[in-house]
T-cell receptor, first 111, second 113 residues
Framework: GNSVTQMEGPVTLSEEAFLTINCTYTATGYPSLFWYVQYPGEGLQLLLKATKADDKGSNKGFEATYRKETTSFHLEKGSVQVSDSAVYFCALSKGAQKLVFGQGTRLTINP | DVKVTQSSRYLVKRTGEKVFLECVQDMDHENMFWYRQDPGLGLRLIYFSYDVKMKEKGDIPEGYSVSREKKERFSLILESASTNQTSMYLC????????????FGNGTRLTVT
């Protein structure tokens, strides 16, 4: 079946550090891939997406590239800020926007 | 801005009670969803609806039902609450376009004692 596996958290970094959060997926066909972010006390919001192989999604300094050959969609940011502290969810769509989510990775950035 | 509003932020109920969680969206979205969020498990789809009076089971529908009488409102019902239904419940909505993003409410934290 379809599934998403994210790197275990929590992840703690210092401000301006480089961030990678790993995400791999298992799916039939060619799903669309998403990163959602959940700030404290809020619902999830879309961070970026990619709809086909080799697409790169980007937003707010975050990037992720849809790699079909490694079935991965790793999230990266070159220089994190305290305001990036949140829980990050990788997800894939299997039609009709029925998203399958990873378990989430809690990120804490220290000043 | 799209707004998805969940009626309660925190709810405490007793085992066996019937519980209603309400969700309203203001963007005329066709699709609406109910997820539950548990630590280490991510989000799991309970039910979704792609039109008024239409519903489909998600991955974990047992113990839940839903109602969609109007396009903007999607209710999750726990017929007889149990302690294993203590969780964060998230409502979401979207257009039917394949890559249209989901818009989430802020969640309802339900505790069943």
């Amino acid at each position: 079946g379809n599934s998403v596996t994210q790197m275990e958290g929590p992840v703690t970094l210092s401000e301006e550090a480089f961030l990678t959060i790993n995400c791999t997926y298992t799916a039939t066909g060619y799903p669309s891939l998403f990163w959602y972010v959940q700030y404290p006390g809020e619902g999830l919001q879309l961070l970026l997406k990619a709809t086909k192989a080799d697409d790169k999604g980007s937003n707010k300094g975050f990037e992720a590239t849809y790699r079909k050959e490694t079935t991965s969609f790793h999230l990266e940011k070159g220089s994190v800020q305290v305001s990036d502290s949140a829980v990050y969810f990788c997800a894939l769509s299997k039609g009709a926007q029925k998203l399958v989510f990873g378990q989430g990775t809690r990120l804490t950035i220290n000043p | 801005d799209v707004k998805v509003t969940q009626s309660s932020r925190y709810l405490v109920k007793r085992t066996g009670e019937k519980v209603f969680l309400e969700c309203v969206q203001d963007m005329d979205h066709e699709n609406m969803f109910w997820y539950r969020q548990d630590p280490g498990l991510g989000l799991r789809l309970i039910y979704f609806s792609y039109d008024v009076k239409m519903k489909e089971k998600g991955d974990i529908p047992e113990g839940y039902s839903v109602s969609r009488e109007k396009k903007e409102r999607f209710s999750l019902i726990l017929e007889s609450a149990s302690t294993n239904q203590t969780s964060m419940y998230l409502c979401a909505s979207s257009f039917t376009d394949y890559n249209s993003p989901l818009h989430f409410g802020n969640g309802t934290r339900l505790t069943v004692t």
